[in-house]
């Protein structure tokens, strides 16, 4: 028997807000949470922005020796797992630790603490790296500081899969506590890799832009995209049973209801030309679901500002969808975030649960310039008000990785 799954809680902080409600009404009030970079020198960079954190007091989260003790990503995730928690109504009484999961990941995992330490071996001699090397450059250390944080001692299963590691990790959680595997799970994921090494390896592979101008770096589906801009945040779900939120009186944000993903098989870092892994992935998520394309009312698109990924992606709707795929409202909101890997899938799924509740879509904002291969709504520089019933959350990854959940309004 089947169980339904549904989002009790939800926290993120990301470079346009530090709290849910805060970072969708930056949002939709198309605000840019892209600027110059401050967290390191970029004097030898051809890169000069990204999409920081703004105004954040680790502290008033976590004490200072857990920050200090922790690499950045652990504390990005741990916070939003805070956050999530504290949303949902939790406490311990309601429910066994061993069937609360821990699905909460990263693309790449503590690069802070890889670039530090390996810095230090190279300057100063092997004896000379930290005892917290190892634990905090591994990517399931910001589940574990998570499951430490609650006590909670179900399986906690990074899902690495570079940029679609979250909606990956979301929909690998929903499945298990839909199959009865586990009855609650935090689900999502957390990035923090700008520094020289996460910007300087991006910029090597040509995949990030050398705009300067922060309103035109990151411009999804625009003809003169040139690039990413990286990104740093978190974003964690709550999900849990059905039963079991009304049972407590939880307050529920959203259902979920279909997941696929699937792998190109084509190329390291670019995506399938015809897109048939995309499409698959798509037409998989509306099968597990068992609705038909046109159920789907919006799709917040992975969109990254790259000239391949936005051209296939927008096919790959395209095929899926089919005539439908005009009557869709997409966005993507990497335009004012930046491109936060590993966290990018679930702050955009926050985005598509609270577009369910409010009607409103986000904007892809920074758009000048058609492109004929992409001629989908993009729900250019401002938001629309519509009613929503489904919403879909796209994400992909290097080594050919596709990922799709898609939300439904609670009560329809």
Known sequence: MKRRVVVTGMGTINP???????????????ENGIDNITLFDTNNSKVKIAGELKNINFEDYLDK??????????????????????????????YDPYRFGIYVTSGIGGLNTMEEDISTKALRGVDRISPFFIPNSIVN?????????????????????????????????FKNIRDGYLDFAFAGGAEASINETGIGGFAALKALSTETDPKLASRPFDKERNGFVMGEGSGVLVLETLESAIKRGANIYAEVVGYGSTSDAFHMTAPDNDAEGLTKA??????????????????????????LND?????????????????????????????MLGATGAVESIFCIKALQTGQIPPTINYQNIDPECDLNYTINKSVNRNIEYAMNINVGF??????????????
Request: aromatic content about 6%.
């Open 141 to 173: 250390m910001v589940g574990g500081m998570i499951s430490i944080k609650f006590k909670v001692k179900g399986p906690n299963i990074p899902i690495v899969t570079a940029c679609s590691a979250a909606t990956n990790a979301i929909g690998e959680a």
């Open 282 to 307: 798509i037409e998989l998520t509306l099968e597990d679901a068992k609705v038909k394309p046109d159920v789907v009312d919006y799709i917040n698109a992975h969109g990254t500002s790259t000239l």
């Open 65 to 94: 020796k857990e920050i200090k003790r922790s690499d950045r990503v652990m504390v990005l995730g741990t916070i939003a797992a805070i956050q999530a928690y504290k949303d949902s109504g939790l406490t311990p009484e309601n």
């Open 311 to 339: 051209k296939i992606e927008t096919l790959g709707i395209k095929k899926a969808f089919k005539e439908h795929a005009y009557n869709l409202n997409v966005s993507s909101t990497k335009g004012a975030t930046g491109h």
């Open 399 to 412: 080594g050919g990785q596709n990922a799709v959940v898609l939300y439904k309004k609670y009560g329809v």
């Open 16 to 30: 346009v807000g530090n709290t849910v409600d805060e970072s969708f009404d930056a949002i939709i009030k198309g």
